[in-house]
């Protein structure tokens, strides 16, 4: 006669489904779905500052990590605490399982932010935007209008500028609202001459008919205005957020010869992003490992990645293309929306669930 099996504790039960539920959180997050919040307003009004949303792993393919040695379901830090939640005494080389598809233009992506160096490739800070170049294409921005290989780009529907609002009147929270402008997205003059205001196209057209408002003007940066902090060197080439380009975004085995107006252009990413343990240019002349550089072919693809909120956004324009192993997956759909300027039940965007992201 067999011992009967002897009855597990409730403290060991409670430890059996807390390391199960662990492991199987864990492995959704990495191959399949990762939940994400929108902190910012780069994406208004596509993305609202409190939308939550899944980021599918699998349109992409599903990396495989590069810093294994992680505790389980953190990125960056140990919750609650400034103490990393990782060590970085093992990085594997970047690999990614077969995908649905390849990112496509205009395709909303979340990524790692590629300027954060201080962090290994995979536990740099989140970022969401729009990819409006792929590997292979020109981007050129005229007068805030972005162009693709000499064609208009895609305008989301909901894309944001900034404008001055020009009125003698003290214009309250609740008129904005009003015309879905919200209290972020808005900024009195210090000379109480007007406002300088974020909003869509459609809630200007609103606005320029309202008896309160005198004029509207969308704010453009002039087109022979050099502005340093533009990638790769604004005042070099005499770009702003507004205009710059034509400029080529990198694709694997692409060969460029390394003229000075190239390595203007890609030395920077040459240096950051190619693997490469020695980058220098020195006389305009590119140096890999100490070795003079006359051409030069590119280990993976790229991205140019912008938000809709086109004058309130961090993006490609500032710190340049998106790295191949730095996509982590696709913007897929909303399953809860907070707006925080309300209370209670009015919190809620219902209208918002379940909505698809484009």
Same mark, same amino acid.
């Given at each position: 006669?067999?011992?009967?099996?002897?009855?597990k504790?409730?403290v060991?039960?409670?430890?059996?489904?807390l390391?199960f539920?662990?492991?199987?959180?864990?492995?959704?997050?990495?191959l399949l779905?990762?939940?994400f919040?929108?902190?910012?307003?780069s994406?208004?009004?596509?993305?609202?500052?409190?939308?939550?949303?899944?980021?599918?792993?699998?349109?992409y393919?599903?990396?495989i990590?590069?810093?294994p040695?992680?505790?389980?379901?953190?990125h960056?830090?140990?919750w609650?605490t400034?103490?990393?939640?990782?060590?970085?005494?093992i990085?594997?080389?970047?690999?990614?399982?077969?995908?649905?598809?390849?990112?496509?233009?205009?395709d909303?992506v979340?990524?790692?932010?590629?300027?954060?160096?201080?962090?290994?490739?995979?536990?740099?800070t989140n970022?969401?935007?729009r990819?409006?170049? %792929?590997?292979? &294409?020109?981007?050129? +921005?005229v007068g805030?209008?972005?162009f !693709?290989n000499?064609?208009? #780009?895609?305008?989301?529907?909901?894309?944001?500028?900034?404008y001055?609002?020009?009125t003698?009147?003290?214009?309250?929270?609740?008129?904005?609202s009003?015309?879905g402008?919200?209290?972020e997205?808005f900024?009195?003059?210090?000379n109480?001459?007007g406002y300088?205001?974020?909003?869509?196209?459609?809630?200007?057209?609103?606005l320029?008919?309202?008896?309160?408002?005198?004029?509207?003007?969308m704010?453009?940066?002039?087109?022979?205005?050099?502005?340093?902090?533009?990638?790769p060197?604004g005042?070099?080439?005499?770009?702003?957020k507004?205009?710059?380009?034509?400029?080529?975004i990198p694709?694997e085995?692409w060969? %460029?010869?390394? &003229?000075?107006d190239? +390595?203007a252009k890609?030395?920077?990413? !040459?240096?950051?992003?190619? #693997?490469?343990?020695?980058?220098?240019?020195?006389?305009?002349?590119?140096?890999?490992d100490?070795?003079?550089?006359?051409?030069?072919?590119?280990?993976?693809?790229?991205y140019?990645m912008?938000?809709?909120?086109?004058?309130?956004?961090?993006?490609?324009?500032?710190?340049?293309f998106?790295?191949?192993?730095?996509?982590?997956g696709?913007?897929?759909f909303?399953?809860?929306?907070?707006d925080?300027?309300?209370?209670?039940f009015?919190?809620?965007?219902?209208?918002?669930?379940?909505?698809?992201?484009?």
């Amino acid at each position: 006669m067999t011992e009967e099996k002897k009855k597990k504790s409730a403290v060991r039960e409670w430890a059996d489904a807390l390391i199960f539920a662990v492991i199987a959180a864990s492995l959704i997050r990495w191959l399949l779905l990762e939940p994400f919040t929108i902190p910012t307003a780069s994406m208004e009004k596509s993305l609202l500052v409190g939308d939550f949303l899944f980021v599918s792993k699998m349109h992409y393919g599903t990396r495989i990590p590069r810093t294994p040695l992680q505790i389980p379901l953190t990125h960056q830090k140990i919750w609650g605490t400034n103490a990393n939640s990782y060590v970085d005494w093992i990085q594997l080389p970047y690999m990614r399982l077969p995908g649905f598809t390849k990112v496509k233009r205009n395709d909303v992506v979340v990524f790692n932010y590629p300027a954060e160096y201080e962090f290994p490739v995979d536990l740099k800070t989140n970022y969401i935007k729009r990819a409006v170049a %792929i590997p292979g &294409d020109e981007i050129e +921005i005229v007068g805030t209008q972005v162009f !693709i290989n000499g064609e208009p #780009g895609y305008k989301p529907e909901e894309m944001q500028y900034s404008y001055d609002v020009m009125t003698d009147r003290n214009l309250s929270a609740d008129f904005f609202s009003d015309y879905g402008i919200n209290p972020e997205s808005f900024m009195p003059f210090s000379n109480g001459s007007g406002y300088m205001v974020m909003a869509t196209e459609e809630s200007i057209d609103r606005l320029r008919k309202s008896p309160a408002v005198g004029s509207v003007t969308m704010r453009v940066e002039r087109q022979d205005l050099g502005d340093p902090r533009v990638f790769p060197d604004g005042a070099y080439f005499g770009w702003n957020k507004d205009n710059m380009g034509p400029l080529t975004i990198p694709a694997e085995g692409w060969t %460029i010869e390394m &003229d000075p107006d190239n +390595i203007a252009k890609y030395a920077f990413t !040459i240096e950051k992003y190619e #693997g490469h343990e020695n980058v220098e240019v020195r006389d305009n002349e590119l140096y890999i490992d100490g070795q003079k550089v006359t051409s030069y072919t590119f280990k993976q693809d790229y991205y140019f990645m912008m938000g809709d909120n086109r004058h309130d956004s961090l993006d490609s324009r500032y710190w340049g293309f998106v790295p191949e192993d730095h996509i982590v997956g696709k913007a897929w759909f909303l399953w809860l929306s907070l707006d925080k300027h309300k209370s209670m039940f009015n919190k809620i965007r219902w209208s918002r669930f379940f909505n698809s992201i484009n």
